[in-house]
């Protein structure tokens, strides 16, 4: 039969013998299919050559029962088996081929680790267990033989397609494992790599692409020398194509000036003067995290305030120009600003406004109406091109850094004031605002106009509540117009003083937001107090709320103007206002109930006492925004 | 039935589950693939589940100390099935063995645990090998016992450095997670 043959290879003990063993069976196997290696003829032959199986007694070689233990073993090669002997012990390897002769069957493995020592030297050299090195051929014999163990073997063709699935990941080949093992294909003879001269020594990632200027070396040549690959670049594709003439010189030398100018263009925009070298708001130590990364929030607006905000800069500016003193824009504009921020109420809405769009209700100034007037108008102004490219935000950045929390306070009152809601004690405001009737600074006065007409009275009380603290006297001292100028653009904390007298009333917000850079007003001096006069609103905001990095300009986000539009606002108010200005509200909102007492008053002024909201409540009327009510003067800042 | 001695042929049928017990103290069940008298070799097929994978077991009858019939059921090895790659077999053998070099080059041969434990995560790393009982590390730079950065020799400088490094590193590492380690 065939498998007789087929086994005698196996009869020579020595391992060497066995691979070639294996294989002359493979070949004898195939040969006998008559193909070179078919498989299912093979088998073919086995099984013709197993035949009877059951009780195998067709002799010694060509027995079934033998074949059948010739193909399980042949099944075994290059598996993990593990192989008991006689005392005991087991090896574990690489199946590699059995080592049989008419009566005995041995096993010879690659690879082998002893695994299981039985043995009596063993017993006592348990620490040496591991670091025995594998032996690469292990003949065991027959005679020692006990069983051999495999587990998860294929044994069918099913199995096998099983496993070649599973198994045929392609196997990582390591390049040690390829120069130093003798187990794989020689194609070639391996040398090991030593640099040539023209490579770098000690190529250090730094320094490899130096000379990539002067390399000389063109690689779409190289490539179309070596392989024929030409190129299909074209640069036209991808840019404007250049038109090359007789005035290219000319175009040149145009593009290149223009290029200059708008290089050298003046920019408040943090990052654009960064990269045209400019240093913008060298002394504040704007981090990292503000130049680079954070959101802008525009002066404490929160963003979805951002779009009323800009509408409010807008409008402002629009007023501006066309002196719209109803600003019935206004108050919509007023809304975006979350009034809170304005903290100069009413008046420094229109500042606010105008501040606004000067980014930041730097300008604000809140002072007197006038005053405000004058900051207003000079608001706009500044605005104007403030808004010009930057947003408003940056403006606010900018202009708070001086002051900017004042700024933005301001701002953020007088958006408050704005709201048309200025309900509450910025209500004093509007009427400030009202009052400067035509203060119509930056959009603020309309909506104070309006408010200011109902709250007349208000300007009293919200002149306290906008700024804390100092101007709540001055406030109350019902400035409303009269004080105007009293009311000193509080935008800057500093110029409290002034303000403080009437403008309180007037609740400029300016004193919020320090707009610091950009009021040009005189209040500059106080943008940097932080303590916002005007504003009977303004608290003094401790930072209750999530902290703004005391410097980034984009975090004003503090600042967040409450909603303020409309005055449905109310019952929300604390709403987005950080930290609820609840100090205000028991005043202003009627509906508020919490009647918060000046916790939020700023440590640094008074504020307005409680004394002061009292009368509010009853003018409050106009709901100022609750949202106003955060206002959120400053939100800590204190500069 | 315990039998004693060379099993009888007739007994081992194909097909039939048999409980074993040989003399060295092991017990198991399986079904008879075959039974070759002449080898006096037994296979068994380990194992109730009928998966993809067997676990197959060649026992010297003279071994077996007792055992019984447990049932008879038919052949587990399907002729028609068999199938024999003798290629893949090889590439199969070739890849195990490629793959076993390169574990046992990670074991150190009459090293103490501790600088098997050293080889072990300075390789987590590097390319490591072990010549006798020296690390060899990226082929240069050798560390001998008792593995200390003094103990690190040859290579460059700045190989020769970074070793040092990685072996201090690995050293507190070890120490760390436990003494005895």
């Known amino acids: ?182 187990y794989v294909e020689m194609e070639r003879e391996l040398e090991p790599w030593v640099p040539g001269e023209d490579d770098p020594r000690f190529p250090e990632l730094d320094n490899i692409f130096d000379d990539r200027w002067n390399r000389g070396w063109d690689q779409f040549e190289t490539n179309e020398t070596l392989f024929g690959v030409k190129s299909t670049f074209d640069e036209e594709i991808y840019t404007t194509k250049l038109e090359r003439g007789p005035n290219m ?66 409008d402002s500016c629009n007023m501006e120009t066309f002196g719209g003193s109803d600003s019935a824009t206004k108050s919509s504009i007023g809304k975006s600003n979350d ?131 100092e101007h709540s006297d001055s406030i109350v001292s019902g400035k409303l117009h009269g004080e105007p100028q009293s009311l000193n653009p509080r935008g800057q904390p500093g110029s409290s003083a002034s303000s403080s007298s009437d403008c309180a009333g007037s609740a400029l917000a300016l ?79 009627p509906q508020l109930a919490p009647m918060q007492s000046p916790p939020y008053f700023h440590a640094n002024g008074p504020q307005y006492g409680p004394q002061m909201l009292v009368g509010h409540p009853r003018q409050q009327q106009v709901l100022y925004m609750p949202s106003y009510q955060p206002e959120m003067p400053y939100k800590g800042r204190d500069f | 039935m315990a039998m004693d001695g060379s099993a009888n042929p007739e007994d081992f049928v194909v097909g039939c589950v048999l409980s074993i017990k040989t003399t060295l103290g092991d017990e198991f069940e399986g079904q008879v693939i075959t039974f070759d008298r002449f080898s006096n070799i037994l296979v068994l097929q380990e194992g109730s589940k009928q998966g993809p994978r067997r676990n197959i077991r060649l026992l010297k009858a003279n071994y077996i100390k007792e055992w019984s019939l447990l049932g008879q059921a038919e052949d587990p090895l399907d002729i028609k099935k068999c199938y024999l790659d003798l290629n893949s077999l090889q590439a199969r053998e070739d890849s195990a063995i490629r793959q076993a070099e390169a574990e046992a080059e990670r074991i150190g041969v009459g090293v103490t645990s501790e600088a098997q434990n050293i080889f072990d995560a300075l390789s987590k790393t590097l390319p490591v090998r072990w010549d006798k009982t020296v690390i060899v590390v990226m082929n240069e730079v050798r560390v001998s016992s008792p593995y200390l950065p003094e103990s690190v020799s040859g290579g460059t400088p700045a190989a020769n450095d970074r070793v040092k490094k990685v072996l201090e590193l690995e050293r507190k590492r070890l120490q760390s997670r436990g003494p005895g380690q």
């Open chain 1, 1 to 182: 039969m065939n498998l007789q043959q087929a086994v005698q290879p196996k009869l020579s003990a020595n391992g060497f013998g066995r691979r070639r063993g294996e294989r002359e069976v493979g070949t004898r196997l195939e040969n006998k299919s008559q193909s070179g290696k078919s498989n299912p003829s093979r088998s073919t032959n086995t099984v013709a050559g197993i035949g009877a199986m059951t009780g195998g007694k067709a002799g010694g070689y060509g027995s079934p029962s033998r074949d059948r233990v010739i193909y399980v073993t042949t099944r075994l090669i290059g598996h993990q088996v593990e192989v008991q002997v006689k005392d005991g012990s087991i090896y574990s390897g690489i199946f590699h081929a059995t080592n049989t002769t008419e009566k005995d069957f041995g096993i010879i493995l690659k690879m082998a680790r002893l695994t299981k020592d039985c043995s009596v030297r063993g017993q006592k050299a348990t620490a040496e267990f591991v670091s025995k090195a594998p032996s690469k051929t292990f003949i065991i014999p027959g005679k020692e033989l006990v069983q051999v163990v495999a587990k998860g073997v294929s044994v069918t063709r099913d199995e096998l397609s099983h496993e070649v699935q599973h198994e045929k990941q392609p196997e990582l080949m390591l390049d040690s494992s390829i120069s130093q093992s003798r």
């Open chain 1, 249 to 314: 010189d000319e175009l040149e030398k145009k593009a290149l000036r223009i290029a200059r100018e708008i290089e050298g263009e003046e920019t408040r925009d943090l990052h654009l003067a960064e990269e045209r070298g400019i240093s913008l708001h060298e002394d504040f130590d704007i981090d990292e995290e503000t130049r680079y990364s954070s959101v802008y929030r525009g002066k404490g607006v929160d963003d979805s305030e951002y779009e009323e905000h800009e509408d409010m800069l807008l």
């Open chain 1, 339 to 469: 009034g809170a921020r304005t903290s100069s109420g009413s008046s420094s809405k229109d500042q606010a406004h105008s501040s606004q769009s000067n980014t930041g209700l730097d300008v604000c100034r809140f002072g007197s109406h006038d005053h405000a007037k004058q900051l207003a108008s000079e608001l706009p102004f500044k605005s104007l091109p403030a808004s010009d490219g930057e947003s408003r935000v940056h403006e606010n950045r900018v202009s708070e850094h001086g002051d900017n929390n004042n700024a933005k306070e301001l701002e953020e009152k007088k958006m408050l004031g704005e709201d048309a809601q200025l309900s509450k004690p910025e209500d004093s405001r509007p009427s400030l605002i009202k009052k400067k009737d035509g203060s119509d600074i930056g959009g603020l006065s309309p909506d104070a106009t309006s408010y200011a007409a109902s709250s007349g009275v208000l300007s009293k009380g919200h002149e306290k509540m906008s700024f804390p603290g």
């Open chain 1, 511 to 589: 004193s919020g937001p320090g707009l610091s850079p950009s009021s040009s007003v005189g209040s500059i001096s106080s943008e940097k107090s932080k303590e916002f006069k005007l504003n009977p609103n303004a608290k003094s905001f401790v930072p209750s709320q999530p902290p703004v990095r005391p410097h980034s300009p984009a975090s004003d986000g503090s600042f967040y103007f409450p909603p303020n539009v409309p005055v449905p606002h109310m019952s929300g108010m604390p709403l987005g206002i950080g930290p609820s200005y609840p100090g205000h509200q028991p005043v202003i909102y």
